[in-house]
């Protein structure tokens, strides 16, 4: 084969000696070297070693080094950073001013409720690798198929509920439930992943059932707006007319008391006398006497004391005055 002139010219001008080939053979065996020999592991993350193409060992955070020239293969798995898979929507960008992606997922958000209803449900799954030799050796594609269980879970969950329950009061016992039964599956299939939580992000009817649905759940507060009305104008008026007539009662209750106390007191008092009468009946006399002309006396005016065995009056009274 005859070689292009431009490339004898070059060798010519400039011949090439074995030792400086040499050279540079093994300056860039040397850079090779250092370049395959070493690596870093971030805080968050640790790295598993194969070592022609077997597990080897796990090293954490830091500078390491291995076997350079591709026999020791790297692979970094973040084990303390929080995951998460979105369901029936996408976020193109997370921050003070999140943005979602406009595409349509109703392939996964779309699910058929045990009345026969249909719910379009969006959710996250947020979980972290707990075993980094599981999460890469034992499943093909973890993350796929972690999120082909979680689709498969929910589904489950929510045909076994009715729409309404789905849409309102049982969303919070929906997401323990899915959590809980996730994460009996990823212990099953060895997948090395944590479930951290499930979050239902949004429920919401189909679109072309959405108006009729808004007029049912308006009318369902209006019904309870109503009922809390009433309620209120319950608990202000039933509670103030029982205390009412409780203190009527109490009222009642007091005074039959007293009168009851008094009298008795009365009786006793009058008892007393009594008994004290009969044991001395002319004493008691005079002195009842004396204690009544005790009272009445002091209140008359001119007093006239007269013999029992005088004629008459006149000649006592001063007539002329």
Not at 3 to 26: A, Y
Not at 162 to 175: A, D, F, K, Y
Not at 247 to 267: C, H
Request: a neutral charge; glycine letters at 6%.
């Amino acid at each position: 084969m005859e070689q292009n002139p431009n490339v004898q010219d070059l060798m010519k001008k400039f011949p090439l000696k074995g030792g400086f080939f040499r050279s540079v053979i093994l300056f860039l065996l040397v850079v090779l070297l250092l370049l395959t020999s070493w690596f870093t592991i971030g805080p968050e993350e640790v790295g598993v070693i194969l070592r022609l193409g077997k597990y080897n060992r796990t090293v954490y955070s830091g500078l390491h080094f291995k076997i350079p020239f591709g026999m020791e293969e790297i692979f970094k798995v973040p084990i303390e950073r929080q995951l998460k898979q979105e369901f029936g929507f996408r976020t193109l960008k997370s921050g003070i001013n999140t943005s979602f992606s406009s595409k349509s997922y109703n392939e996964e958000a779309v699910m058929l409720t045990g009345d026969l209803n249909v719910a379009v449900v969006e959710w996250i799954v947020q979980y972290r690798v707990k075993d980094p030799y599981r999460y890469l050796f034992k499943v093909r594609n973890p993350n796929q198929t972690l999120r082909d269980m979680t689709e498969a879970t929910m589904r489950n969950v929510i045909g076994d509920r009715s729409v309404n329950e789905v849409l309102t009061v049982g969303r919070q016992e929906i997401s323990t439930e899915v959590e809980s039964m996730l994460q009996i599956l990823c212990e099953q299939y060895e997948t090395g992943i944590r479930i951290d939580q499930v979050v239902l992000q949004d429920v919401t009817p189909p679109e072309k059932v959405k108006p009729s649905f808004n007029e049912v759940n308006e009318a369902q507060q209006d019904r309870e707006k109503l009922i809390n009305q009433a309620m209120s104008q319950y608990n202000q008026v039933i509670p103030k007319a029982k205390g009412e007539a409780r203190q009527t009662i109490e009222v009642a209750e007091g005074y039959a008391l007293d009168r009851v106390n008094r009298a008795k007191g009365e009786a006793n008092r009058f008892l007393s006398l009594f008994e004290e009468y009969n044991k001395a009946k002319d004493i008691t006399k005079k002195r009842l006497y004396l204690e009544t002309m005790n009272i009445v006396l002091p209140k008359a005016g001119q007093k006239y004391i007269i013999d029992k065995d005088a004629s008459g009056v006149l000649p006592l009274l001063q007539l002329d005055k």
